[in-house]
């Protein structure tokens, strides 16, 4: 066999495995990726399915006191209001009560609003004694 021949066989041999150790790279970087997302979405899941049985303490609440990642009490239940408070008829008020309960200012403002109905899917736990 000339020379030549068997060179280039070898370098497309050398390019194959190449390309092989490429794929392993991305499959495997594809696993890590779609164990992380199971992972979260078991998480989350567990979350919004237990809230009632997810105690926070009011230290834990005050953690979250940003537009990003606001939360609240009101009446004992814990809600994670980040989405609603884009929403808020009431603009940027609903912020007065981030981090902490809300309760008499809510109901200061508006004690007609059904808040379990509006934001009941946002609740992320109640709040412990
Ligand atoms: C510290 C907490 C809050 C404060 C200080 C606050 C304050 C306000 C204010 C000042 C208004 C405007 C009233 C007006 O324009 O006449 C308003 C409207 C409203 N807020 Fe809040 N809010 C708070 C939390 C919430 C939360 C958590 C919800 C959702 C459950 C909510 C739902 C509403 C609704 C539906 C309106 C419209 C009420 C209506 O026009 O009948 N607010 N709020």
């Given at each position: 066999?000339p020379?030549?021949?068997?060179?280039?066989r070898?370098?497309?041999?050398?390019?194959?495995?190449?390309?092989y150790?490429?794929?392993?790279?991305v499959?495997l970087?594809?696993?890590?990726c779609?164990?992380?997302f199971i992972?979260?979405?078991?998480?989350?899941?567990?979350?919004?399915?237990?809230?009632?049985?997810v105690f926070?303490?009011?230290?834990?609440v005050?953690?979250?006191?940003t537009?990003?990642?606001?939360?609240?009490?009101?009446?004992?239940?814990?809600?994670?209001?980040?989405?609603?408070?884009?929403?808020h008829?009431?603009?940027?008020?609903?912020?007065?009560?981030k981090?902490?309960d809300c309760?008499?200012?809510?109901?200061?403002y508006h004690?007609w609003?059904n808040?379990?109905?509006?934001?009941?899917?946002?609740?992320?736990?109640?709040?412990?004694?």
């Open positions: 066999m020379q030549e021949s068997r060179g280039s070898y370098l497309s041999r050398t390019a194959t495995l190449k390309a150790v490429f794929l392993d790279f499959i970087i594809l696993i890590i779609m164990q992380r992972e979260e979405t078991r998480k989350l899941k567990q979350m919004t399915a237990n809230a009632n049985s926070y303490t009011a230290e834990e005050k953690q979250h006191t537009d990003d990642d606001c939360w609240t009490v009101y009446k004992g239940i814990v809600y994670d209001i980040t989405e609603y408070a884009k929403v008829p009431g603009g940027r008020k609903i912020f007065l009560g981090g902490k309760t008499e200012l809510f109901d200061k004690p609003v808040a379990q109905y509006l934001i009941g899917k946002y609740q992320v736990g109640v709040l412990r004694q």
